[in-house]
C-alpha cells in the first residue's frame, strides 16, 4: 500500500513533508514531485535504501543516480573536487534543471554511482522537493519515478501507475511545469561535456561556459553515450513508435500522414504524437495525442511524456512522432524522442 499525499505546491502542509521526510530517513522510497518530472527518493547515503530504488524501478544497477540537495553548500559534502566550470554552472543554473558531475567523496556508496569515481549532484527549484531534502537532512538519490524504460512521469498518477504498491509514499503537488529531466553536464574534465540535453537548453549553457562538448551520441549517432543511462532505451510508450524527421515543419506533416495512410491501409490503429498546429489535418480516424504547440516548445517539453503515455489506456498498433526543431528545449525533445521510438526514424 503506497501512501498519498496531496500537497499545496505553493503552501505547502510542513507537517506532512516532516512525516515524509521521516520515511526517508527510514530507509523507505518515497516519490516527490520536482519542476523535471517526479522523482523516486531515498536517503543518499543508505546503500541499502537506495538498492531499494533500483528493485522497484527494475533500473540496470550501472546506471547512476542523481544525488539531490538543498543548499548549494552541501555541494562540495558530495563532491571531492568542485571545479570552476561547477561553480559557474551552478551559480548560475541553481536551483534549478541541471545536474553537474564531478568527482565523488568517498563516503558515499557505490550503488549510488554505478561503481563510478564521480556522481551527478542537483539543487531543484521545486519548493516542495527542496523542504523535503532539508526536513530529511541527508541528500536524496532520486531517478524518475517510472518504471525503468517507461516515459518519466509528469503526474503523481503517472507514478502510482508505474510504482503504486513497490513505494512506502507518493507526494502530489500537480503536473511538473518543464517535464523534462534536468541537463546532466560533466565537470570533470577541461571542457565541460553535456551528457543529457534537458532543462537548461545548450544554448544557456554555453553563454556561461564559453565552450561546451556535447556527447555526439546525442545527436542520434550510434556512439555510444558517455552517461550510463544514455544507452538504454527509454521514455517509450506501450506500442512502437516512429519519429518523423522532416527538413521543415511543412515538410514533417505531409510525410507523417502519408505514413498515417499507409498504416491505416493496411488495417492498423494509429496513434500520433503531434503539435497542436499539425493536429487538425490528421486523417480522422487517427488515436491524436497533442503534446503542445510549436509557437512554444516549452509547452511541447511539459507536455510530452504525458502524450507518450496516453497510449497506455488506448493502445494503438503503432504510434508516428512529430520531429521539431532542435532549438532550446527542443534539443532535450528530440532526444527523449529518438530514444522513445528506439532510433526508429523516418526522414524526408
Ligand atoms: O530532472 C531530473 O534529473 C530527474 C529529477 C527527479 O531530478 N532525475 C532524473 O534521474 O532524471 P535519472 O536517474 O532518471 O537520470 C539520471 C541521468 C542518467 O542518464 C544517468 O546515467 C546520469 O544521469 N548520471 C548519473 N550519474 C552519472 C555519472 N556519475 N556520470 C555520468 N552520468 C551520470
Ligand atoms: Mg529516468
Known amino acids: 500500500q503506497t501512501k498519498y499525499y496531496k500537497l499545496d505546491p505553493v503552501k505547502p502542509d510542513l507537517s506532512i513533508l516532516a512525516e515524509a521526510a521521516e520515511l526517508l530517513r527510514q530507509g523507505e522510497l518515497v516519490a516527490f514531485p520536482t519542476e523535471t518530472v517526479y522523482g523516486l527518493g531515498a536517503n543518499g547515503l543508505d546503500g541499502q535504501a537506495v538498492t531499494g530504488i533500483f528493485r522497484a524501478k527494475g533500473r540496470p544497477a550501472d546506471n547512476p543516480l542523481i544525488l539531490h540537495i538543498a543548499d548549494v553548500e552541501k555541494l562540495p559534502e558530495i563532491a571531492a573536487v568542485v571545479p570552476a ?6 551559480e548560475r543554473f541553481w536551483p534549478g534543471p541541471l545536474s553537474v558531475i564531478v568527482e565523488r567523496r568517498s563516503h558515499i556508496p557505490d550503488i549510488v554511482t554505478g561503481g563510478l569515481t564521480t556522481v551527478a549532484v542537483r539543487l531543484p527549484a521545486s ?7 532539508r526536513l530529511a537532512g541527508v541528500p536524496i538519490a532520486a531517478p524518475s519515478a517510472n518504471t525503468s524504460g517507461r516515459p518519466s512521469p509528469t503526474t503523481a ?7 503504486g504498491g513497490k513505494i512506502a509514499a507518493v507526494i502530489d503537488a500537480g503536473p511538473c511545469a518543464i517535464g523534462v529531466e534536468s541537463s546532466v553536464v560533466d565537470c570533470t574534465g577541461v571542457v565541460p561535456a553535456l551528457l543529457r540535453p534537458g532543462g537548461v537548453t545548450y544554448e544557456m549553457l554555453l553563454e556561461v561556459l564559453g565552450e561546451i562538448e556535447v556527447d555526439p551520441a546525442l545527436a542520434g549517432s550510434l556512439a555510444i ?19 518523423i524527421e522532416g527538413e521543415l515543419p511543412a515538410a514533417t506533416g505531409e510525410l507523417i500522414k502519408r505514413e498515417i495512410l499507409a498504416a491505416q491501409a493496411g488495417g492498423q490503429r494509429v496513434g500520433a504524437v ?3 498546429e499539425l493536429a487538425g489535418s490528421l486523417p480522422p480516424a487517427t488515436i491524436t495525442a497533442v503534446y503542445g ?8 517539453a511539459a507536455g510530452l511524456y504525458t502524450a507518450l503515455r496516453s497510449f497506455d489506456d488506448n493502445p494503438v498498433d ?5 520531429g521539431i ?12 524522442l529518438r530514444k522513445a521510438a528506439g532510433y526508429r526514424i523516418i526522414r524526408n
Open 85 to 90: 566550470s561547477a561553480e559557474a554552472l551552478t
Open 127 to 133: 519548493l516542495i522537493a527542496r523542504e523535503l531534502i
Open 157 to 163: 498518477e503517472d507514478v502510482l501507475a508505474d510504482l
Open 225 to 243: 553515450p558517455k552517461s550510463p543511462g544514455m544507452k538504454y532505451t527509454h521514455y517509450a510508450p506501450m506500442a512502437p513508435m516512429f519519429l
Open 274 to 276: 503531434v503539435s497542436v
Open 293 to 300: 504547440s510549436r509557437a512554444d516548445t516549452k509547452t511541447i
Open 318 to 322: 503503432i504510434i508516428y512522432a512529430e
Open 325 to 336: 526543431e532542435e532549438q532550446g528545449l527542443g534539443l532535450a525533445v528530440m532526444n527523449r
